[in-house]
């Protein structure tokens, strides 16, 4: 772009991983250009998450309300049109909400990555590159903009009440904290109870403190239930407890946080906790903990050659394999060496 644009429209809706990854994107921008005026449009989670991200004006969208909705977020938006919209979604609700949203430039995915109309609703794409991880992928939206991301940055925004509330969970007495978030979205990315509470075990005989976190849904009640029910050791109950602002908060306040392919996987690395992530039905490389890939367990692979009959490089990057029993591959063991291969750089 040769001139300096006076304003941008952002458009992901969800998930929750994903809008996490957008925040870096957000920083770039505004590190460059910090009198921007910034705007995005995303799903009421996301913004339960990002609400008193600074320098943003967003605005909500309902996927219930239709294209009755859609009407009403194009009489909620500024006059005029922005100077680029950002279509970092390329579902097809997302695709046809953007032709609502008016732009000189619409800016989109490469066409390998597009799908569900999405070469309708754009004007120009950002760089092919595949193999790179999701975060990167998003952060190349400014690309076509004439920026680079070279330097990740969230900063979420959490209150100060939102500390307060983690800090009174436990003392901050030195123990060593796992904090364990054991339910994805996605049912099959989700680990078995006996294995979460046998590495808890673990850990909570090399002295850690272990915490259960989740959402307030009847499976992560259930879930957190059967690991505490299968443990030997204590174990600090706060599912269902916390909200999406004291989320960040908590996760912060770990030593390691273990959880499948998930939102608060990507929420404790943005906040900077090391995260063990359990990978089969997922690519770490692509969507695992931007900074914690060390910690990760890791049978993508394994899962590749079981259920598509072929390696993973094989693969076309980012394919999922949400088999029933694809999480099985990921063994107590692993687990296990995963968390000590965080107790060791604790202790180094």
């Known amino acids: 772009m040769s001139t300096i644009p006076h304003s941008l429209c952002l458009l992901r809706l969800s998930a929750l991983g994903d809008v996490t990854h957008v925040v870096p994107l957000v920083r770039t921008l505004q590190r460059h250009w910090p009198h921007l005026q910034l705007h995005w449009v995303i799903d009421k989670g996301g913004f339960k998450l990002l609400e008193g991200l600074d320098g943003v004006t967003f605005h909500t969208y309902d996927k219930k309300t239709g294209l009755a909705g ?26 046809l909400l953007s032709a609502f ?60 009440d939102a500390h307060a509330w983690a800090a009174a969970q436990w003392p901050g007495d030195g123990q060593r904290t796992l904090v364990i978030s054991p339910c994805s979205s996605h049912v099959r990315r989700n680990w078995y109870a006996d294995r979460y509470a046998a590495v ?26 059967a690991i505490s029910a299968a443990m030997w050791a204590p174990v600090l109950d706060l599912v269902g407890k916390d909200t999406l602002k004291q989320l960040p908060a908590l996760l912060a306040r770990a030593d390691l946080v273990m959880t499948p392919d998930s939102g608060p996987m990507h929420i404790a690395n943005a906040m900077g906790s090391a995260v063990l992530g359990l990978h089969a039905a997922s690519n770490p490389l692509r969507s ?52 000590e291969r965080r107790r060791s750089d604790l202790a180094d």
């Open 288 to 339: 695992g903990p931007y900074s914690s890939v060390r910690y990760c367990v890791d049978r993508y692979d394994a899962a590749a050659r079981r259920y598509k009959g072929r390696p993973a490089d094989e693969l076309a990057w980012g394919a999922k394999i949400e088999h029933d029993g694809v999480m099985e591959l990921v063994t107590v063991d692993d687990g296990i060496a995963a968390f």
């Open 200 to 225: 808890a075990d673990h850990a909570a005989a090399q002295g850690w403190r272990v915490v259960l976190c989740g959402g307030r849904s009847e499976l992560e009640r259930q879930t957190a239930d």
């Open 70 to 95: 859609m009407r009403a977020l194009r009489r909620e938006l500024p006059d005029g049109r922005f100077d680029a919209l950002l279509q970092m979604q390329v579902a097809l609700r997302a695709n």
């Open 101 to 160: 949203i008016p732009a000189r430039r619409r800016i989109g995915y490469d066409r390998r990555r597009s799908k569900d109309l999405h070469g309708l609703v754009v004007n120009e794409r950002i760089p092919d590159r595949p193999g790179i991880h999701v975060l990167d992928a998003i952060g190349s939206f400014c690309e076509p903009l004439g920026l680079r991301q070279t330097e990740v940055v969230w900063d979420l925004p959490v209150p100060a």
